[in-house]
């Protein structure tokens, strides 16, 4: 029986001609029957794709044979099916781009990056480095580096919420200087699968963040270590049709229904065909509006 799966990867590589390598993902995904979104630069690659199993594992093991992409960072999670053509449900189609950044921060200029990926990021930790990290520091700070809307279902205890709708509204919230408090106090970024905070942990350290970490892997791998039984509280946001995720039968349920304030896990887009806002929804309600288009 075919197995589906969703594949999250990336990997911060200098591109010569990253148009060339769109069209040759581009015929790879199509050859395996694969959909999802891949963004491609002079940056690197960042992706996410559904399928069944052993063409995604097909994916990874082609990918990596290319010399930029040798050191791609690769996360498996559970897909939602495969539909009669034996293509992922979770995505309804397939999307290779090229960008000017693989991360949308609006920074390219800012960013350096080289052979052994980005230049002057932060210190990375993986999950059991977190924890060790996390016993000594009374004073360690989490800091989210995903869309406001991701973390109304899930983050880590006590983390810093930035009040951003979008990845492009970080660089304007540290040069505000909203977060200048914490620049002396030791600060973890994290995100889904760890991209966004390649980017924004070498922002933060340029802008004089004298102790800075990343969560390597992002919330993906700390889930696959600690489950939920961990630091981390609730569900986890993801750009497909499955919407959000979990690590355990025992998961959290941190969001609350926009329109009956039902503990729920559940997002959906506005019902407003002009509004892009990611809503918190339960299944009673069905659909819902934000605050502008409720009335």
């Given at each position: 029986?075919?197995?589906?799966?969703?594949?999250?990867?990336?990997?911060?590589?200098?591109?010569?001609?990253?148009?060339?390598?769109?069209?040759?993902?581009?015929?790879?995904?199509?050859?395996?029957n694969l959909r999802g979104r891949i963004l491609l630069s002079t940056q690197g690659i960042n992706g996410t794709l559904?399928?069944?199993?052993?063409?995604?594992?097909?994916y990874v093991r082609v990918t990596k044979e290319y010399a930029a992409f040798r050191e791609l960072d690769v996360k498996w999670s559970e897909g939602s099916g495969l539909d009669a053509d034996n293509a992922s449900v979770d995505f309804p189609r397939l999307s290779v781009k090229v960008r000017e950044e693989i991360v949308s921060f609006g920074?390219?200029?800012?960013?350096?990056v080289d052979e052994n990926g980005v230049v002057g990021g932060g210190a990375r930790l993986d999950p059991q480095a977190l924890h060790a990290l996390a016993a000594e520091r009374d004073d360690l700070v989490f800091f989210d580096g995903r869309n406001r809307f991701e973390a109304g279902i899930g983050r880590f205890k006590d983390a810093v919420v930035p009040d951003v709708a979008n990845t492009r509204e970080f660089?304007?919230?540290?040069?505000?200087g909203a977060y200048d408090h914490l620049k002396d106090r030791p600060v973890v970024t994290y995100c889904t699968g760890g991209i966004r905070c390649e980017v924004l942990s070498s922002l933060m350290v340029s802008r004089g963040f004298q102790e800075v970490y990343q969560l390597?892997?992002?919330?993906?791998?700390?889930?696959?270590t600690f489950g939920d039984d961990g630091l981390w509280e609730g569900s986890l946001y993801v750009f497909?049709?499955?919407?959000?995720?979990?690590?355990?039968?025992?998961?959290?349920?941190?969001?609350?229904c926009v329109a009956c304030g039902h503990p729920t896990s559940r997002m959906r887009n506005c019902i407003d065909?002009?509004?892009?806002?990611?809503?918190?929804?339960?299944?009673?309600?069905?659909?819902?509006?934000?605050?502008?288009?409720?009335?």
């Open positions: 029986m075919a197995v589906p799966k969703v594949l999250l990867f990336y990997v911060f590589a200098p591109l010569a001609d990253p148009d060339a390598v769109r069209l040759w993902q581009r015929e790879l995904c199509e050859r395996l559904g399928g069944e199993l052993d063409a995604l594992k097909r920074a390219p200029d800012e960013l350096r660089v304007e919230a540290l040069d505000s390597d892997g992002g919330i993906v791998r700390y889930g696959e497909d049709g499955r919407g959000s995720t979990t690590f355990s039968d025992h998961a959290a349920v941190l969001g609350r065909p002009s509004c892009r806002e990611q809503l918190v929804v339960c299944e009673d309600c069905g659909s819902g509006a934000c605050v502008v288009h409720a009335a």
